[in-house]
């Protein structure tokens, strides 16, 4: 019974969800979207909600990111129904792609997951695990001049916009989690969020002779989480592990597949400029690093830095069932230009 209720968990975020996908237009400028869809979700709201979902550009609260279920600023979906709901989903909309939207929709949906499988009074773990518990907060003044931004975020969420000029400057940090990572409820009914990000990234290590396991599996064992969450700015010292220019040429087309997968969660403008920068510092510039075992379901983490960017991927909780990953820009999260050195 627990399980054929779990199934049906989350319907109204994903019904949603399956209606923005399919009627959300497509625009190449993530910038002026978001404002079209930020602008259209503030005439949704009242006085009130707005302002509970608005801050100044230069509010600390805007760097105030973080993933785990804690209270939070902003203003909850779950305070808002009908038009201001839908609103508010194409707003996310806005910063994803299909495909990161849906990822999105259902990292939330596994809050009710969570109530479900966990112990506890039934109004602690309901206040707890809330599908609605995701939060949009909105800073500056949202126009084509100037800058704004804005945040959805909640348990296992974390999306971050900045916006100059009508322009999208900034999309990180970036995190996605998933717990529990894998639901198996038969053939053909399993839910595996961040599943694919996990299994490529072990076929490159899989594929590694010993000479690259040497240089590319840094321990067999697994840091407990992945480095610098809510800090401005990525925890990261001298890239390690296994560099694209020594890999063979299905690692290298392994290690393309892994990018892809992290980048189609973002709209085609965003995915674009993130793939111009990693070409333009080098794609052989690229390590890709492993720690903990190498099987599912045992604790293990993953690194991929380039001069641009990196990408962590923690799975060492719950019996390796619990997914930490996030995507950050070395040159600056949040736009804020990382000193030379610092």
């Keep these: 019974m627990a399980l054929k209720k779990l199934l049906l968990s989350g319907s109204v975020i994903i019904a949603i969800g399956a209606l923005l996908i399919a009627q959300a237009p497509q625009t190449p400028q993530s910038g002026q979207s978001m404002l079209t869809a930020v602008q259209a979700f503030q005439k949704m709201l009242t006085p009130e909600q707005w302002k509970q979902a608005s801050f100044a550009f230069d509010d600390a609260e805007r760097l105030n990111w973080h993933f785990i279920p804690r209270e939070r600023k902003g203003l909850p979906l779950r305070d808002l129904e009908g038009a201001a709901l839908k609103s508010a989903h194409t707003m996310i909309r806005s910063g994803l792609s299909e495909a990161g939207y849906s990822q999105a929709l259902n990292i939330m949906s596994l809050e009710e997951v969570l109530y479900l499988l966990e112990d506890g009074e039934r109004e602690y773990r309901r206040e707890r695990r809330h ?17 704004w931004g804005w945040r959805v975020e909640g348990h296992h969420l974390s999306l971050n ?9 900034s999309s990180t940090p970036e995190f996605y989690g998933a717990n529990p990572g894998l639901i198996d409820a038969g053939p053909k009914r399993a839910i595996r969020v961040l599943g694919k990000e996990e299994d490529i990234a072990r076929e490159i290590l899989k594929l590694c002779d010993a000479n690259q396991q040497n240089v590319a599996w840094i321990s067999k064992v697994a840091p407990d989480e992945v480095p610098g969450p809510n800090v ?14 020594e890999m063979s040429d299905k690692q290298k087309a392994l ?3 892994l990018l892809s997968e992290y980048l189609q969660n973002v709209p085609t403008d965003v995915s674009e400029g993130r793939r111009q920068a990693i070409n333009s510092a080098g794609m052989d510039k690229i390590k ?17 830095q380039g001069p641009t960017f990196v990408i962590e ?14 995507w950050r820009n070395l040159e600056g999260d949040f736009a804020i230009p990382v000193k030379a050195g610092g």
């Design 131 to 147: 599908p609605g518990k995701y939060y949009l907060s909105v800073f500056g003044e949202p126009g084509n001049t100037g800058s």
């Design 161 to 169: 916009f900045t916006i100059k000029d009508g322009k999208l400057i």
């Design 232 to 245: 401005p700015q990525a925890v990261i010292g001298p890239a390690v592990g296994l560099p694209v220019s």
């Design 255 to 257: 290690l393309q597949d």
């Design 288 to 304: 890709f690093a492993w720690w903990g075992e190498a099987d599912r379901n045992l604790r293990h983490h993953y690194r991929v």
């Design 313 to 326: 991927y923690n799975n060492t909780q719950n019996d390796a069932n619990h997914v930490h990953s996030m």
